[in-house]
């Protein structure tokens, strides 16, 4: 049973600032990933940024070089920092907890999502 709480959205100006930030309880397994997914309307589900449990961060190709996401282990949280922020940014962010039973197994977890608004 796990629960992903995110905080931080908001509405800034082209060239702003976010930080994105996301609290996990539950029971994490010692081999996970966590990331934040966006969507925009009409759009897709997309990747922003993910990061294993003892591994490199990997991110979409739009963010990378402004976007870093960390975390901290000891109380369960991610983080996504967003500089130079673009119209294009504008979505719902999730954050996701991916338990990883095997190769072939994991746990899928969503947060509730919370919006990132950029005017031009």
């Known amino acids: 049973q796990v629960q992903l709480v995110e905080s931080g959205g908001g509405l800034v100006q082209a060239g702003g600032s976010l930080r994105l930030s996301c609290a996990a309880s539950g029971f994490i397994f010692s081999v996970n990933v966590m990331g934040w997914y966006r969507q925009a309307p009409g759009q897709q589900r997309e990747l922003v940024a993910a990061i294993p449990s003892g591994g490199m961060p990997d991110y979409a190709d739009s963010v990378k070089g402004r976007f870093t996401i960390s975390r901290d282990n000891a109380k369960n949280t991610v983080y996504l920092q967003m500089n130079s922020l673009k119209p294009d940014d504008t979505a719902v962010y999730y954050c996701?907890?991916?338990?990883?039973?095997?190769?072939?197994?994991?746990?899928?977890?969503w947060g509730q999502g919370t919006q990132v608004t950029v005017s031009s």
């Open positions: 996701k907890l991916s338990n990883i039973r095997s190769t072939t197994l994991s746990y899928i977890y």
